[in-house]
Nanobody, 117 residues
């Protein structure tokens, strides 16, 4: 199987930036999309950003214009650049990879992002 490992989380003041990374243990074939989800205490898990194998992206309305998802296929890594962070962005962020035709569904262990007011 493929392991996804997130990194780059931490504590940051409101208005600051963080760059999350998600590294795959090996190349992933027939990928449909890579995505970042997050879950805050007392809230449901939500989709934050998604990128397809062709490079198309979409974002949750709450992060649109502030977050950017990207991929580096040579490094088997997907990134989430988070700018203008708000306290409501505080959550555990999870990396997700879904194969074409939902052939697979891989998840990372999560990385904590805390934004102070």
């Amino acid at each position: 199987q493929v392991q996804l490992v997130e990194s780059g989380g931490g504590l940051v003041q409101a208005g600051g930036s963080l760059r999350l990374s998600c590294a795959a243990s090996r190349s992933i074939f027939s990928v449909s999309f890579m995505a970042w989800y997050r879950q805050a205490p007392g809230k449901q898990r939500e989709l934050v950003a998604r990128i397809t194998s062709g490079g198309s992206t979409n974002y949750a309305d709450s992060v649109k214009g502030r977050f950017t998802i990207s991929r580096d296929n040579a490094k088997n890594t997907v990134y989430l650049q988070m700018n203008s962070l708000k306290p409501e962005d505080t959550a555990v962020y999870y990396c997700n990879a879904v194969g074409a035709y939902s052939q697979y569904n891989y998840w990372g262990q999560g990385t904590q992002v805390t934004v102070s007011s």
